[in-house]
């Protein structure tokens, strides 16, 4: 008889544990946030490599406890990732879809400038204008570089760098090279809304800086075959000849250059092609090649952030992009934090004005380069450097005085 009771009571004692350890896991609390961008297709990757930061930053943030809510309780960081496949009507698809979630209070994209355009398009333009039907969600951009957008929405925010900075700076430190550099080509991938922006700026500045713009070749972020634009490039015999195009692209040109011996004094290329898939796709073609760029493993805040995106995926690597996605996830724990969100579907609608109220309050986040500062439009002012293509790596070529 005290053999059954003994194991009678064994039996209790086993379920108690099992429940209680049912419990506990029930209770674990989680907060989402949500990433929009583009997965699949040409800039796919870009996508795909936030999202791995992401995920590392939130291992990390996990690792030591989480995030703590207003009620004092812990929760635990989950992304979660849509693909908008750098197409604007689904990447404002996306977003209806995480607003309409019970549990969503911040999504950090979108990747494309011409997708973050038309979705910052459809937000609320003033916080608090009744008038206003657009939607009330804050929006912290990871990668989306086109100037200026921020601008569209008090809603919205940015966390990367100003490139009419840095191309300023490029061509004043060009004036200071060796050799004479006084005529510029440029090339442009003209269907994307960032190459071609970021193109006006790079010409704009060539020229604010002493150098006769001979003129420009133009092509799509699709085209495989480049003859014709090379032909012309090398018909105008320029210093400086300038890429602003994706990886791709820009591999796709450079190697037709090099099939056509074509070889200017300095080339310059777009900051999202200061990339490991430029130099995977090209780095014999790349050599030379000189990019502004926010991020470098150069700190060792930025070679952590960089083995830890590896041990999500070793095929990701860290650049100024997915850089940007990661110092976001950090930067919204801390907003989390400060601003007291609740993190329950009955305050989620006042967890995301804490959010965007708290994101509109910040003065300076910290980056993996050091201090970003902000601006009133709720851009960044980041640290940055260029790098320049050798030997297969990227290599810090000059750092300028910020």
């Known amino acids: 008889m005290k053999h059954i009771n003994f194991n009678k009571n064994k039996c209790i004692a086993a379920l108690l544990m099992f429940a209680a350890a049912g419990l506990a896991q029930a209770q674990e609390k ?21 999202e791995a930061a992401m995920q590392a930053a939130a291992a990390i943030i996990n690792k030591s406890g989480g995030v703590t809510l ?4 812990k929760a635990k960081l989950v992304i979660e990732y ?12 996306a977003l209806r879809r995480i607003v309409s979630q019970p549990d969503a209070i911040v999504a950090v994209g979108p990747t494309c400038s011409n997708v973050a355009e038309p979705v910052f398009g459809i937000l609320q333009k003033k ?4 008038s206003d039907s657009g939607v009330q969600f804050p929006l912290y951009t990871d990668v989306a570089a086109k100037g200026g957008l921020a601008a569209m929405s008090q809603w919205a925010f940015r966390n990367v760098p100003s490139e009419a900075t840095m191309y300023k700076s490029v061509f004043e430190w060009v004036k200071s090279l060796p050799g004479e550099h006084k005529t510029f080509w440029g090339g442009v991938e003209k269907d994307f809304a960032h190459s071609n922006a970021t193109f006006n700026v790079i010409k704009t500045q060539a020229a604010a ?3 006769e713009v001979k003129g420009q070749s133009e092509w799509l972020l699709n085209d495989i075959n480049f003859s014709n634009q090379v032909r012309e490039i090398k018909r105008a015999n320029a210093d ?3 890429i602003s195009a994706h990886p791709f692209t820009t591999c796709g040109v450079l190697k037709e250059m090099a099939r056509q011996n074509v070889k200017p004094k300095l080339l310059i290329g777009l900051t999202s092609s200061s990339s490991m898939e430029t130099l995977h796709g090209c780095a014999q073609q790349a050599e030379g090649l000189l990019i502004p760029t926010s991020f470098a493993p150069v700190t060792e805040e930025a070679k ?7 041990s999500v995926n070793p095929k990701y690597n860290m650049d100024l992009h997915n850089a940007a996605a990661f110092e976001n996830i950090f930067t919204l724990k801390e907003i989390i934090e400060k601003q007291k969100v609740m993190g329950r579907p009955d305050t989620v609608q006042a967890d995301r004005q804490k959010i965007r109220d708290g994101l509109a309050g910040l003065k300076q986040t910290q980056g993996l380069l050091g201090k970003v500062g902000r601006t009133d439009d709720r851009e960044a002012i980041k640290p940055y450097l260029f ?15 910020q």
């Open 30 to 50: 989680t907060v989402k946030i949500y990433g929009i961008g583009a997965k699949t297709g040409v800039v796919g990757i870009f996508g795909q490599q936030s």
């Open 70 to 73: 207003g009620d004092g309780s």
């Open 82 to 93: 849509l693909d908008d496949r750098c197409n604007p009507e689904e990447g404002i698809n």
């Open 127 to 130: 916080t608090g204008d009744a």
């Open 209 to 211: 800086n002493g150098l």
């Open 240 to 242: 400086v000849v300038a």
């Open 304 to 310: 952590k952030a960089a083995a830890a995106v590896q």
């Open 387 to 401: 790098v320049q293509a050798k030997g297969g790596n990227w290599v810090v070529a000059h750092t300028p005085n």
